[in-house]
Structure formats: C-alpha cells, structure tokens
C-alpha cells in the first residue's frame, strides 16, 4: 500500500510536471482508446460469443 499511495500521490504528479511526462495524459487516453478497439475488433470476430465491454474504460475518452 505505501509504495502504491507514494507512486500514485508523489510520484506520478512530478512526473507529469516534468517535460518527460508533459504528453502522459494523451498517451494514457490513447491506451486506453486502442484497449477499447480491440475488445470491440475481438467481439466482432467472435459473433457466436461476444466479449462483455467494461463501460468504465470509455470514461476517459472524449465523444466526438
């Protein structure tokens, strides 16, 4: 649990300050874009047994 709460609450905040991790929301949107696509690519390849979608991954991205 501490080396959770320091990497959630120290960690990755500086990191996102830093110009290294300046873009890591956009890429964390993007995982979990592609995440997402591919569940639905797999579901479709499976039409006898679609695969259950987790509403909760499409929270974090943006309706266009």
């Given at each position: 649990?501490?080396?959770?709460?320091?990497?959630?609450?120290?960690?990755?905040?500086?990191?996102?300050?830093?110009?290294?991790?300046?873009?890591?929301?956009?890429?964390?949107?993007?995982?979990?874009?592609?995440?997402?696509?591919?569940?639905?690519?797999?579901?479709l390849d499976q039409l006898?047994?679609?695969?259950?979608?987790?509403?909760?991954?499409?929270?974090?991205?943006?309706?266009d």
């Amino acid at each position: 649990d501490a080396i959770l709460k320091l990497m959630a609450l120290d960690t990755l905040p500086r990191f996102q300050h830093h110009a290294l991790g300046q873009h890591y929301d956009t890429f964390a949107q993007s995982q979990a874009q592609e995440r997402l696509l591919s569940n639905v690519l797999k579901s479709l390849d499976q039409l006898g047994n679609p695969i259950a979608m987790d509403r909760s991954l499409t929270q974090h991205m943006p309706l266009d």
